[in-house]
Protein backbone atom coordinates (compact mmCIF):
# COMPACT_ATOMS: atom_id res chain seq x y z
CA UNK A 1 0.00 0.00 0.00
CA UNK A 2 2.94 2.24 1.04
CA UNK A 3 4.56 1.75 -2.51
CA UNK A 4 1.64 2.46 -3.87
CA UNK A 5 0.97 6.04 -2.49
CA UNK A 6 4.31 6.97 -3.09
CA UNK A 7 4.25 5.89 -6.66
CA UNK A 8 0.70 7.98 -7.04
CA UNK A 9 2.46 10.94 -5.36
CA UNK A 10 4.92 10.96 -7.80
CA UNK A 11 2.82 10.82 -10.64
CA UNK A 12 0.82 13.43 -9.66
CA UNK A 13 3.74 15.64 -9.10
CA UNK A 14 4.94 14.51 -11.96
CA UNK A 15 1.63 15.38 -14.14
CA UNK A 16 1.43 18.76 -12.79
CA UNK A 17 5.86 19.59 -13.22
CA UNK A 18 5.45 22.60 -15.53
CA UNK A 19 7.35 23.19 -18.53
CA UNK A 20 9.47 26.32 -19.36
CA UNK A 21 7.18 28.45 -21.76
CA UNK A 22 9.29 30.99 -22.87
CA UNK A 23 13.05 30.78 -25.13
CA UNK A 24 12.35 33.02 -28.16
CA UNK A 25 13.45 36.32 -28.67
CA UNK A 26 9.83 37.38 -28.52
CA UNK A 27 7.52 38.94 -25.54
CA UNK A 28 5.10 36.90 -23.86
CA UNK A 29 1.42 38.51 -24.20
CA UNK A 30 -0.04 39.11 -21.25
CA UNK A 31 -2.21 35.71 -21.54
CA UNK A 32 1.29 33.78 -21.52
CA UNK A 33 2.52 36.13 -18.48
CA UNK A 34 -0.63 34.82 -16.80
CA UNK A 35 0.12 30.87 -17.43
CA UNK A 36 3.75 31.11 -16.76
CA UNK A 37 2.83 32.44 -13.44
CA UNK A 38 0.37 29.75 -12.94
CA UNK A 39 3.00 27.27 -13.73
CA UNK A 40 5.17 28.62 -11.01
CA UNK A 41 2.77 29.12 -8.08
CA UNK A 42 2.33 25.06 -8.58
CA UNK A 43 6.25 24.91 -8.00
CA UNK A 44 6.48 27.41 -5.33
CA UNK A 45 6.59 25.72 -2.63
CA UNK A 46 10.45 24.18 -4.08
CA UNK A 47 12.60 27.56 -2.99
CA UNK A 48 12.70 29.78 0.03
CA UNK A 49 12.49 33.04 -1.50
CA UNK A 50 8.84 33.76 -3.24
CA UNK A 51 8.71 34.50 -7.48
CA UNK A 52 8.19 37.54 -7.94
CA UNK A 53 8.50 38.63 -12.20
CA UNK A 54 5.31 37.16 -12.93
CA UNK A 55 3.27 38.91 -10.60
CA UNK A 56 5.47 42.33 -11.56
CA UNK A 57 5.01 41.77 -15.67
CA UNK A 58 1.26 40.81 -15.29
CA UNK A 59 0.66 44.00 -13.14
CA UNK A 60 3.07 46.25 -15.31
CA UNK A 61 0.66 48.54 -16.27
CA UNK A 62 -0.27 49.08 -12.35
CA UNK A 63 3.36 49.67 -11.32
CA UNK A 64 4.40 51.78 -14.04
CA UNK A 65 6.95 50.08 -15.84
CA UNK A 66 9.09 51.96 -18.30
CA UNK A 67 10.17 49.94 -21.37
CA UNK A 68 13.60 49.95 -20.16
CA UNK A 69 12.72 48.14 -16.83
CA UNK A 70 10.49 45.67 -19.13
CA UNK A 71 13.45 44.90 -21.13
CA UNK A 72 15.50 44.41 -18.34
CA UNK A 73 12.93 42.10 -17.04
CA UNK A 74 12.18 40.06 -20.27
CA UNK A 75 16.08 39.57 -20.62
CA UNK A 76 16.41 37.97 -17.08
CA UNK A 77 13.77 35.72 -17.68
CA UNK A 78 15.60 34.91 -21.28
CA UNK A 79 18.04 34.17 -19.92
CA UNK A 80 16.87 32.19 -16.49
CA UNK A 81 13.71 31.47 -16.69
CA UNK A 82 14.37 27.81 -18.10
CA UNK A 83 16.90 27.42 -15.49
CA UNK A 84 14.68 28.40 -12.71
CA UNK A 85 11.39 26.05 -13.35
CA UNK A 86 13.97 22.79 -14.30
CA UNK A 87 15.08 23.53 -10.94
CA UNK A 88 11.83 23.63 -9.25
CA UNK A 89 10.55 20.74 -10.97
CA UNK A 90 14.14 18.88 -9.86
CA UNK A 91 13.63 19.91 -6.68
CA UNK A 92 9.59 18.68 -6.37
CA UNK A 93 10.87 15.32 -7.69
CA UNK A 94 13.34 14.76 -5.16
CA UNK A 95 10.97 15.91 -2.26
CA UNK A 96 8.63 13.18 -3.29
CA UNK A 97 11.25 10.77 -4.08
CA UNK A 98 12.32 11.18 -0.19
CA UNK A 99 9.29 11.44 1.15
CA UNK A 100 8.92 7.80 -0.60
CA UNK A 101 11.46 6.39 0.41
CA UNK A 102 11.34 7.99 4.01
CA UNK A 103 8.60 5.28 4.40
CA UNK A 104 10.25 2.22 2.92
CA UNK A 105 12.31 0.39 5.90
CA UNK A 106 15.12 -1.04 3.24
CA UNK A 107 16.35 2.55 2.91
CA UNK A 108 19.07 3.54 4.99
CA UNK A 109 19.64 6.58 7.09
CA UNK A 110 22.44 7.57 4.83
CA UNK A 111 20.49 7.18 1.77
CA UNK A 112 18.25 9.83 2.90
CA UNK A 113 20.88 12.25 4.15
CA UNK A 114 22.37 12.29 0.64
CA UNK A 115 18.87 12.96 -0.99
CA UNK A 116 18.33 15.75 1.65
CA UNK A 117 21.97 17.13 0.70
CA UNK A 118 20.70 16.70 -3.00
CA UNK A 119 17.90 19.02 -2.71
CA UNK A 120 19.30 21.56 -0.14
CA UNK A 121 22.03 21.67 -3.16
CA UNK A 122 19.24 22.77 -5.43
CA UNK A 123 17.65 25.01 -3.54
CA UNK A 124 20.91 27.02 -2.91
CA UNK A 125 21.49 26.87 -6.64
CA UNK A 126 17.48 27.83 -7.23
CA UNK A 127 17.74 30.70 -4.41
CA UNK A 128 21.17 32.21 -6.13
CA UNK A 129 19.06 32.42 -9.15
CA UNK A 130 16.35 34.39 -7.43
CA UNK A 131 18.49 36.72 -5.73
CA UNK A 132 19.64 37.28 -8.88
CA UNK A 133 16.05 38.91 -9.65
CA UNK A 134 15.30 40.61 -6.70
CA UNK A 135 18.37 42.58 -7.53
CA UNK A 136 17.38 43.47 -10.55
CA UNK A 137 13.83 44.57 -9.01
CA UNK A 138 15.32 46.39 -6.52
CA UNK A 139 17.69 48.15 -8.48
CA UNK A 140 15.25 49.02 -10.87
CA UNK A 141 12.03 49.59 -8.81
CA UNK A 142 11.27 53.40 -7.90
CA UNK A 143 9.78 54.07 -4.31
CA UNK A 144 6.08 54.84 -6.58
CA UNK A 145 6.71 50.84 -8.10
CA UNK A 146 7.75 49.65 -4.86
CA UNK A 147 4.84 51.36 -3.09
CA UNK A 148 2.52 50.36 -6.01
CA UNK A 149 3.96 46.74 -5.90
CA UNK A 150 2.38 46.51 -2.03
CA UNK A 151 -1.05 47.32 -2.97
CA UNK A 152 -0.39 44.77 -6.17
CA UNK A 153 0.99 41.61 -3.71
CA UNK A 154 -1.77 42.52 -1.52
CA UNK A 155 -4.41 40.40 -4.20
CA UNK A 156 -2.03 37.15 -3.62
CA UNK A 157 -2.94 35.81 -0.54
CA UNK A 158 0.21 33.54 0.38
CA UNK A 159 2.85 37.02 -0.44
CA UNK A 160 0.86 39.59 1.25
CA UNK A 161 0.98 37.82 4.79
CA UNK A 162 4.75 37.71 3.56
CA UNK A 163 5.16 41.62 2.72
CA UNK A 164 3.00 42.11 6.59
CA UNK A 165 5.49 39.84 8.35
CA UNK A 166 8.49 41.90 6.75
CA UNK A 167 6.76 45.75 7.27
CA UNK A 168 6.10 44.28 10.88
CA UNK A 169 10.18 43.08 10.77
CA UNK A 170 11.14 46.67 9.66
CA UNK A 171 8.49 48.43 12.50
CA UNK A 172 9.99 46.18 14.97
CA UNK A 173 13.79 47.55 13.75
CA UNK A 174 12.69 50.91 13.30
CA UNK A 175 11.62 51.07 17.50
CA UNK A 176 14.32 48.94 18.70
CA UNK A 177 16.94 51.53 17.71
Known sequence: MLKFCGLFMALFFAGFSAQAKHNGDHPLSPEDWKEVMEKVVLLEDSG?????????????????LTEGQISSFRAWRKKNYTDVVNLMNEILEKKVQFRSEALSPDIPD??????????????RRLLKLKLSCRKLIMTTFTDDQ??????V?????????????????????????
Open 153 to 177: VADNPRLASLLSLSQASMLDQDHSH
Open 48 to 64: LMPTLLPIIMSNRDALQ
Open 146 to 151: WENFSF
Open 110 to 123: DHLFALQVQIQEMQ
